[in-house]
Structure formats: C-alpha cells, structure tokens
C-alpha cells in the first residue's frame, strides 16, 4: 500500500468541518420588531448565550479540524477500520450545531442543566471518538507514515488521553454552573491548539 492514500478521507471530512462550523452561525440572530422602549444595543446583549456557545464551538471546531489534519499528515495509508472509525468521529462533528443551539437557547433559563450535558455529552463522544481515530492508525504504528515524527506521535497520544477526562469534567461541572460548564470547553479548545503542542513540520 502506497503512502498518501488518504486524501480522499481527507477531503471528505475537510467538507464535512466546513458545513457544520458554517451552520453554528445560524443561531445568532437578529433582533425584529423591538418592543417600545428597547434598544437595539441591549436586546444584542441580551444574546449573550448564543454568542458564548456560538464561539465554544467554532473555536472547538476548527481546532479538531487542526488536530485531524496533524494526524492525518502522520498517517499514510487507510484501511476499511480507519474510514469507519472517521465516519464515527464526522457524525459527532455533524451533531455540534444541535447541542450549541440548544445552549444558546436554554443557558439562562429553566432546562439549561440539560442542554449542558447534551453539549458536553457531544464532546465526550467527540474526544473518544478522536482516541479511537488515532489508536486505529498509531497502535504498533499499524497505518503511520513510514517517515513519521515520532515526537509528533507521542505528543499526540499524550493530548488525547486526558480529552475524554476533561470533558467529563465539564460535564460534572455543569451541576454546579452551566455557565462555567461552557467556559470549560472554551478552554479545552485552547489547551489543544496551544502552540507548545506542535512538532516541527507539522501545522
């Protein structure tokens, strides 16, 4: 089997982030038909919770789609295993948009404990969906590029062994402020694109 031979997977989930952090943006709405007395400016404010979770999850997002791309750049051939197990981790990207709308809607009011967990539910799924992507190629270096950094490797098998814990965390956290929930998950997306985290090489 001939290196490179997964650019079609590639392309193919590249579509799919492409869709579902463009569909985030649906929930940000403009304000119609302001009652007497209101100001434009504080029923924008009022918003808040769709920005939050609207940011949450593009920041989320995209930096899967980076952490996808830099495994992929270390993985050089594919396998029936690898394509299923991707098309599992793509079916959690497609459903971010559901639990975001769902925060943005209840973050604030009765119901928002639910929407939380929803919402970090999705991304425990995510996270271990993402241990079984790169298990699947890395484990005995089963699909690796023959030529791949093995410090980008270890680093990566490193960062995503905390991923389902973390997110569990800001589950749990959620009984506690649904608020400080989502924060959580904001700061999880920047732990994982921190710079420190990359090899030499690699984006």
């Known amino acids: 089997m001939a290196d490179r031979e997964t650019n079609r ?7 799919v982030f492409a869709i579902a952090i463009t569909l985030l943006v649906l929930d940000l709405k403009v304000p119609r038909d302001l009652l007497a007395g209101q100001q434009l400016a504080d029923v924008l404010l009022a918003q808040w919770p ?3 979770a609207f940011l949450t999850s593009f920041a989320t997002i995209l ?15 594919s396998d029936d295993r690898l394509m299923f197990h991707n098309g599992l981790l793509l079916l959690g990207i497609t459903v971010v948009p559901f639990p975001t709308s769902l925060v943005a809607e209840y973050l604030g009011h009765d119901g928002q404990q639910a929407a939380a967990l929803i919402f970090n539910g999705t991304y425990v799924y995510l996270a ?15 699909l690796l590029r023959h030529d791949a950094d093995r410090a980008a490797v270890a680093a990566i098998f490193h960062a995503f062994r905390f991923g389902p814990a973390g997110y569990l965390a800001a589950a749990a956290l959620s009984f506690v ?11 999880l997306a920047i732990y994982y694109a921190l710079p420190s985290r990359r090899s030499p090489g690699h984006v």
Request: proline share 0%.
């Open 9 to 15: 997977i590639e392309a193919f989930s590249d579509g």
């Open 50 to 52: 769709a920005y939050l």
């Open 63 to 77: 930096i899967m789609w980076v952490n996808h791309h830099r495994m992929f750049s270390l993985i050089g051939r």
């Open 128 to 142: 271990i969906c993402f241990n079984l992507l790169w298990r699947t190629a890395a484990v005995r270096d089963r």
């Open 177 to 187: 402020s649904v608020t400080a929930s989502v924060v959580l998950n904001l700061a």
